[in-house]
């Protein structure tokens, strides 16, 4: 495997396969990020992408999820992306999910169809560092955008963010249908409602009735007004 550095991954997807797509960051100039600092961005030779997914295939033939390396290959345009997805069903027939991270403005150099495609071809989920909506926040760390960038999908109306009872109901759904044990976390701000802990099986019920509770009974425009008034993420 063609492994260039020192390997990051995000904790919360599948720790197997890597694929390293592209090496370092393209910004690379967060205030707060040391991981990248001594490695120039570029994309992977596709010989070398290539000979991975060849090793991955030999190794790992029903591999069903892969996370893409390193920092933000989202940034690479949907005429490279494209290329790679189909080259990773092509050596992984049975891939489902393919996860990759990337910055808000790696999102805006792709159309909504090009995304949609994507999507079309295996990509699943992406991770986006958008740690604040406090441009002044934004300028310290060196972010390289500010908040209006964040939300200038949503303004140009391709984006319809769900209500605060559309969420809970969302996640709800989510968590009747999970069947597998596991440690269920989540990031999201519900008030009343502890959701993260290990052996998720043996509480799923608890969950449930706490968000039906919620949904119910729970103040939601309140809730939808410390949302609206956070200015960090």
């Known amino acids: 495997m063609h492994f260039t550095g020192t390997v990051y991954r995000n904790p919360y997807w599948p720790t197997w396969p890597l694929l390293e797509i592209t090496q370092g960051c393209t910004h690379n100039k967060c205030k ?7 490695v120039p961005f570029r994309m992977s030779p596709i010989e070398w992408i290539e000979e991975d997914l060849k090793e ?3 190794c790992d033939p029903g591999a069903r999820t892969i996370q893409l390396l390193s920092a933000n290959p989202l940034v690479l345009t949907y005429d490279k992306l494209a290329p790679i997805f189909e080259m990773i069903h092509k050596y992984l027939p049975k891939m489902e999910y393919i996860y990759l991270a990337g910055r808000v ?36 760390i060196h972010k390289g955008y ?11 109306g391709e984006f319809d963010p769900l209500s605060e009872k559309e969420m809970l109901e969302e996640l709800k759904l989510f968590v009747e ?16 409602v502890n959701l993260s802990g290990p052996d998720f099986l043996s509480r799923k019920e608890r969950i449930v009735a706490a968000l039906e509770r919620q949904i119910s009974h729970g103040d939601l425009d309140r809730m939808e007004a410390l949302r609206r008034n956070k200015r960090t993420l």
């Not at 500010?146 to 140009?156: F, G, V």
Request: hydrophobic share 30%; aromatic share 4%; net charge negative.
């Open 177 to 192: 249908n999970l069947k597998c044990d596991c440690s269920f976390i989540t990031h999201h701000t519900i008030s009343g």
């Open 56 to 58: 991955i295939a030999e």
């Open 146 to 156: 500010h908040a209006e960038d964040i939300l200038e999908e949503a303004q140009r």
């Open 105 to 140: 403005s790696d999102l805006k150099n792709k159309t909504v169809d090009e995304l949609k495609k994507l999507k079309d071809l295996g990509m699943r989920e992406i991770s986006l560092g958008v740690e604040s909506g406090d441009d002044r926040t934004l300028d310290r």
């Open 32 to 38: 707060f990020c040391t991981m990248y600092k001594e």
